[in-house]
Structure formats: C-alpha cells, structure tokens
C-alpha cells in the first residue's frame, strides 16, 4: 500500500519558521523521487520542492530557494521541508507527493502518482 502522511503544519508570524515531516511507507520511498507541493486557496497546486531518490539532488522553486529546505532520512523513510523565514505568501496546504518514473518535474504535478492529505500552513503578517 502507498502511504504518505504529513505532519508538522501550524500558524507562525513572518519570519518564523516550521518543519514539515512526510512519513512513508517503504514502497513509496523507494519510487524515483519525492516532493512537496503546496496550494492556496483559489490557487492552483504549485511544487515547492523536489528530491531524486538515487542522489538526494534537490530542486526549489525560485520564490523559496534560501529559505526551505528538502531532505531524506533513509532510515526512518521520512521526508522533510525545513522551512525558514517564512512568508505571508507561504500559506497554504502542504501536500507530500511521490513520483514512480522520471522526470519528476518540480513544477508538473501530474509528474507525481502519489499524495498524502496535507498539512496546513498559515503565515500571518
């Protein structure tokens, strides 16, 4: 079974900071990457941040690169999205997503078979 859960979602001021935690089942890990999305209300889903599975290279959209980061704990199959000095435009739903082929594109969503329930984000100002 493919499972993805996230958790760590909350309300901060700008310039604080959270930590997003994606748990996975062992199958899901194993798939060609993973990643996080996000979507605000009346927006369309937009990628965050993506990682390869066979070596961990990351890639950010440009409105969070220098202030989030993706990484893996291989042994927990747990994914992560530090997420630092963080803005009102921040907001939203966290989703962990996880793509079985290449290319896994950060910003084609239908790139991704799978898709946890999210997290809820919330920056105010």
């Known amino acids: 079974q493919v499972q993805l859960v996230e958790s760590g979602g909350g309300s901060v001021q700008a310039g604080g900071s959270l930590r997003l935690t994606c748990g996975a089942s062992?199958?899901?890990?194993?798939?060609?990457?993973m990643g996080w999305y996000r979507q605000a209300p009346g927006k369309e889903r937009e990628g965050v941040a993506r990682i390869l599975t066979f070596d961990g290279n990351p890639d950010y959209a440009d409105s969070v690169k220098g202030r989030f980061t993706i990484s893996r704990d291989v042994a927990k199959n747990t994914l992560h999205l530090q997420m630092n000095n963080l803005k009102p435009e921040d907001t939203g739903m966290y989703y962990c997503?996880?793509?079985?082929?290449?290319?896994?594109?950060?910003?084609?969503?239908?790139?991704?078979?799978?898709w946890g329930q999210g997290t809820q984000v919330t920056v105010s100002s």
């Open positions: 062992t199958d899901t890990y194993r798939r060609s990457c």
């Open positions: 997503a996880a793509a079985t082929n290449y290319p896994c594109r950060l910003n084609v969503a239908a790139d991704f078979d799978f």
